[in-house]
């Protein structure tokens, strides 16, 4: 086994596990590995949680916080922090990741803002960070976010990740999708920013859809399917890194669970010519027909 293959958690084309999709048959040969947001499954009991048990057992799981809230100027959440430990122990959780921003001050606000891109905020987010890690005494990624103002902003985005990744010393959650929409919005170019990412901090990877708001306006809301951009995103990553683990995402406007393991499909092609230096491979829309190598 590879240096490479040893950092990653998981292996394969996973899926973002919805309560519902509870009632629909999951297979193994279709999806390697299944993400959920632990905030909404710890204490859940029932059939929900008597379902959710069976599920940890048949396949690898990692998780993707909503509530951290790592860079809020209320003091860090410890108790959330402890729930999430026992939580990771109770599911032989394969990894745990968050938002690098902030959801609360000292009520929620239901919604992911952004840092300061500050060396003041380097510091005090990698500070938290740290806490985090040696109370669930293991590493956590961190996941570049999307983001539509910069409040105060002295260092650039990437700079910004990169110096919280290192004080932190933490690993990193790379969503393409974030990245596309990003560099639309922010006008820089995504693939120089990708190749500045650090590719020995890097657990797994996000790819989802969003909504054009305008041509130089995207929203990113997991509420649709992966558009070509993203999808020609994704295979940049794995070029410039090798095939990656990559996680699809929906939260809303959830299809059909067969509709979506077109796109994990869709995904472990794009792994499998990476695999084999094949190139890029042709898009084929959204239409799940099989993807045909350059």
């Known amino acids: 086994m590879s240096n490479r293959q040893r950092q990653y958690p998981v292996q394969g084309a996973g899926l973002g596990l919805r309560r519902s999709m509870m009632g629909e048959t999951l297979d193994p040969a279709a999806v390697d590995f299944l993400e959920v947001a632990p905030e909404n499954w710890i204490g859940v009991g029932g059939r929900y949680g008597r379902w959710f048990r069976e599920i940890t057992e ?33 599911h032989n959780i394969r ?88 560099a639309i919005n922010h006008r820089y170019d995504a693939e120089t920013f990708l190749r500045g990412l650090p590719a020995e901090r890097i657990r797994y990877v996000h790819v989802a859809g969003h ?13 649709a399917p992966v558009i070509d951009p993203v999808w020609d995103l994704l295979q940049k990553a794995y070029a410039v890194f090798g095939p990656m683990p990559t996680l699809l995402e929906r939260d809303f406007n959830i299809p059909p669970l067969p509709e979506l393991c077109l796109e994990v499909e869709r995904v472990r092609q794009y792994q499998s010519a990476a695999s084999s230096g094949l190139g890029p491979v042709e898009n084929a829309g959204n239409s799940g027909e099989l993807l045909n190598a350059r």
């Open 58 to 90: 048949r396949f690898p799981f990692v998780t993707h916080g909503l509530s951290l809230s790592i860079g809020a100027p209320a003091p860090l959440d410890e108790a959330l922090v402890r729930s999430i430990k026992a939580f990771i122990h109770t």
């Open 211 to 223: 909504y054009d708001e305008a041509d130089d306006l995207k929203v990113d809301t997991h509420g």
């Open 95 to 182: 990894c745990y990741s968050e938002h690098l921003s902030y959801c609360s001050d000292h009520g929620h606000l239901y919604d992911l803002l952004p840092i300061p891109f500050t060396e003041e905020a380097v510091h005090y987010v990698a500070n938290r960070i740290r806490r985090v890690q040696d109370i669930l005494e293991q590493r956590i990624a961190m996941e570049n976010v999307s983001y539509y103002a910069a409040p105060g902003q002295e260092m650039s985005e990437l700079a910004f990740i990169n110096a919280v990744l290192q004080e932190a010393d933490c690993d990193l959650l790379l969503d393409v999708n974030n990245i596309y929409v990003n």
